[in-house]
């Protein structure tokens, strides 16, 4: 019998921010203002802070015009000047915004298809997959260069004119001195960046990752203050308020409450690095590895908002963690506790724990705010009402018929409830006759844009197909933001002009739903690059048929109601769609 392959356990620093950060560099980050008063002594040795510093953060040079950061980009990073300067736009230009992602691959489309366009569609075959119009990709609105070595090469996104842009837009300017740091809420709360920030100067930044950030503010209260106050001054407010339980609160009240919140961060931010794309999970051994917020039969101290990611919801059974039910943003857990306890002054637990799926931003309102100043103000036949059915949401009949435990475990331990338009098959109906696929291939240059298999429970089928994500984290690092969620419509589409083939959404996504194709011009010929004489390959994925007049070509070409895609927050219809004979 073979012995086992071994191999050293991965560790998180196996592959640094910043691969070249030498001793000189790390000093002269710590020599920062921000970061010299932290005391280096309160961090342990196995993650010390000259050590986050070498291998979370890496020092960058700007050339003038760069952009920093792009508004309606997602965050992951954030930036200490460390000489220059830099303008944030207050309004973001035509010329310099994130582009609309296309409609189609064909990006001179940036309109639905009128009915004879889309009745010529259908009866139409292109002769070649991929066919693009090579002289629309000289009309992109920035400029993209490499910088670095060949080995750490990355793209950049810079601005043609500056001075044109300095004139003509509503700026601010920020020295090294005037602001200690840019672009922390959305490294946070990986959060969709809310301006514009490029190189007024030359300049030279230092960039921390998320997890160094994280950690050195668990570790220096200093360092905690500063990014807990930004944090309330810029975001926590506005966020209290967007809840239907804060709407008739004052600022003031607001103002206290948010003083006294506390913003926290649970699981692996970069979940999607190590998500295991499998159809066969062992529902136990995930729901253990999952970080626990709230602990069923504790006492409540905080009401817990989701600020951002998913929870699971779960209660003992048996010697067994049965789920329950999801959350995702702006959901409450403890509400119906604190308010039981606070109607007749009982000591309720909490009923079920709440866990983090993958990672899972907070706040947590201590409960004595919570009854001074929001229970009162709601009335009396709308307070939450202490009622734990047998059963949970996702179980609950529909003419009948139940969804099976098991296949709601499968749901939420593969992260399907990520997705806002996941492709679903029933594979009792299926007959195998790939007229979606035909159809996707027709509305999509005669390259469908997704596989017919994927993960499976029982008869439950999730396709490989992008699934327009509530947290889509192939957002993450695009150097163009060639990919984004569409203003008009929330699906997350990739625009073709601005895609440099780089293969950063793919590696992103986490359930392998972005491939990477060779396009063609008119006559068939694979388009290269000039330079080097390789197929130029562009990004491509589900765009949900968004230019079709029918909606999703696959779901309306299925001839058995097989196939569909689903908003799986949609409780009902999911329930309706999985429990029709």
């Known amino acids: 019998m073979a012995l086992a392959a071994s191999m050293a356990r991965p560790k998180r620093w196996d592959r640094p921010f910043g691969g070249d950060m030498t001793d000189d560099d790390v000093d002269r980050a710590l020599a920062l203002p921000l970061l010299s008063t932290i005391d280096a002594d309160a961090f342990p040795k196995s993650q010390r802070l000259r050590d986050i510093i070498r291998f979370d953060s890496r020092i960058s040079e700007y050339k003038r015009g760069d952009i920093v950061v792009r508004q309606g980009d997602y965050g992951h990073s954030v930036f200490i000047p460390i000489s220059g300067a830099m303008r944030v736009l207050i309004e973001t230009p035509p010329e310099i915004q994130r582009a609309e992602p296309a409609l189609s691959a064909d990006s001179s489309r940036n309109h639905g298809l009128g009915f004879w366009e889309a009745l010529k569609q259908g009866w139409s075959k292109p002769k070649f997959p991929e066919v693009?119009?090579?002289?629309?990709?000289?009309?992109?609105?920035?400029?993209?260069?490499?910088?670095?070595?060949?080995?750490?090469?990355e793209s950049r996104s810079y601005i043609k004119d500056v001075d044109k842009v300095n004139a003509a837009c509503k700026t601010v300017q920020i020295k090294v001195g005037d602001d200690d740091m840019v672009g922390e809420i959305a490294a946070l709360t990986r959060g969709i960046r809310t301006a514009t920030i490029y190189a007024d100067e030359d300049s030279v930044l230092l960039e921390m990752r998320w997890q160094g950030l994280r950690d050195v503010r668990n570790r220096?209260?200093?360092?905690?203050?500063?990014?807990?106050?930004?944090?309330?001054?810029?975001?926590?407010?506005?966020?209290?308020?967007?809840?239907?339980?804060?709407?008739?609160?004052?600022?003031?009240?607001?103002?206290?409450?948010?003083?006294?919140?506390?913003?926290?961060?649970?699981?692996?931010?970069?979940?999607?690095?190590?998500?295991?794309?499998?159809?066969?999970?062992?529902?136990?051994?995930?729901?253990?590895?999952?970080?626990?917020?709230?602990?069923?039969?504790?006492?409540?101290?905080?009401?817990?908002?989701?600020?951002?990611?998913?929870?699971?919801?779960?209660?003992?059974?048996?010697?067994?963690?049965?789920?329950?039910d999801y959350l995702d943003q702006s959901a409450l857990f403890g509400l119906e506790e604190i308010t039981a306890n606070w109607r007749r002054d009982e000591n309720v637990p909490f009923q079920r724990t709440l866990r983090a799926i993958g990672y899972l931003d907070v706040l947590r309102i201590p409960v004595p705010l919570v009854e001074k100043y929001v229970l009162p103000t709601i009335p009396e036949e709308h307070l939450p009402e202490l009622v734990i059915d047998d059963e949970n949401p996702w179980l609950q009949s529909v003419e009948g018929e139940r969804i099976d435990q098991e296949l709601v475990d499968f749901f939420i331990d593969n992260r399907t409830i990520n997705g806002t338009r996941t492709m679903l098959v029933n594979t009792d109906r299926c007959v195998n006759c790939d007229d979606c696929v035909r159809g996707c291939a027709a509305a999509h240059d005669n390259n469908p844009r997704f596989l017919r298999h994927g993960p499976k429970?029982?008869?439950?089928?999730?396709?490989?197909?992008?699934?327009?994500?509530?947290?889509?984290?192939?957002?993450?690092?695009?150097?163009?933001?060639?990919i984004g969620r569409h203003q008009s419509t929330g699906n997350v589409i990739i625009n073709d002009l601005s895609c440099i083939g780089c293969g950063t959404c793919a590696a992103s996504c986490p359930y392998d739903n972005i491939r990477l194709v060779e396009v063609r011009d008119e006559s068939g010929a694979f388009i290269v690059d000039e330079g080097t004489q390789e197929p130029i390959v562009k990004a491509t994925k589900c765009d949900l048929c968004q230019d079709q007049l029918t909606g999703p070509a696959c779901q309306q070409a299925c001839p058995h109601d097989a196939l569909i895609r689903m908003d799986m927050r949609d409780r009902d219809s999911l329930t309706e769609w999985l429990c029709r004979q």
């Open 220 to 324: 220096d209260a200093g360092f905690r203050a500063f990014i807990d106050e930004r944090y309330r001054q810029r975001a926590l407010i506005s966020q209290l308020r967007s809840l239907p339980l804060f709407v008739n609160l004052s600022d003031d009240v607001l103002e206290e409450i948010s003083k006294q919140t506390k913003y926290e961060t649970y699981g692996d931010f970069e979940w999607n690095r190590t998500f295991q794309k499998t159809d066969s999970r062992d529902s136990d051994s995930v729901i253990d590895k999952e970080p626990i917020l709230a602990q069923q039969g504790h006492y409540p101290n905080d009401l817990i908002v989701i600020s951002s990611g998913f929870g699971r919801v779960s209660e003992l059974l048996d010697n067994k963690e049965r789920t329950i």
């Open 457 to 482: 429970k029982d008869n439950i089928m999730v396709a490989n197909a992008c699934m327009h994500c509530v947290d889509p984290v192939c957002l993450i690092g695009c150097p163009t933001g060639a």
């Open 132 to 153: 693009r119009d090579v002289s629309l990709y000289q009309q992109t609105n920035t400029s993209v260069r490499s910088v670095g070595s060949s080995g750490e090469a």
